[in-house]
């Protein structure tokens, strides 16, 4: 398999773990009540779209000769990835009532951190 196909294996992978892991922090979340669940699956989806649309920009151009390409991609990525995230937690924070604030944060680490985990298990596989 090339590698530029068992990168975007890790790519799909990571994106389908930090869906499911959104959508299992608001179960958790759920602990707290319905504002905690609803909270908790905001925090989730706050860091899943911007990754989902930092892989739509980077991963779409790939070869030697598309490096320029590739590159621009990548800071385009990164600004978007930068100001959706920043963007949805202004979102919430100002329409989201009753605001769970903790369970917006643990949320939005909890997906997050699946970033380091998930493709050190795909590399094992």
């Keep these: 398999m ?3 196909d068992q990168r975007l294996q890790v790519v799909k992978a990571l994106l389908t773990a930090q869906l ?3 959508l299992l922090a608001g179960v958790i979340g759920g602990i707290w009540g319905f504002s905690g669940a609803f909270g908790a699956l905001a925090g989730g989806m706050i860091a899943f779209l ?31 990835k930068i ?24 949320g939005f680490i909890g997906v ?3 970033s ?9 596989k």
């Design 2 to 4: 090339r590698q530029a």
């Design 20 to 22: 499911i892991g959104a």
């Design 50 to 80: 911007p990754n989902g649309y930092f892989a739509y920009r980077a991963f779409r151009f790939s070869g030697a000769r598309a490096a320029r390409k590739i590159v621009n991609s990548f800071y385009a990525g990164i600004t978007g």
């Design 83 to 106: 100001f959706i995230t920043a963007s949805l937690f202004v979102i919430v924070f100002i329409n989201l009532r009753p605001l769970n604030a903790p369970a917006v944060f643990l």
């Design 112 to 114: 997050q951190s699946l």
């Design 116 to 124: 380091w985990f998930v493709p050190l298990l795909a590399v094992r």
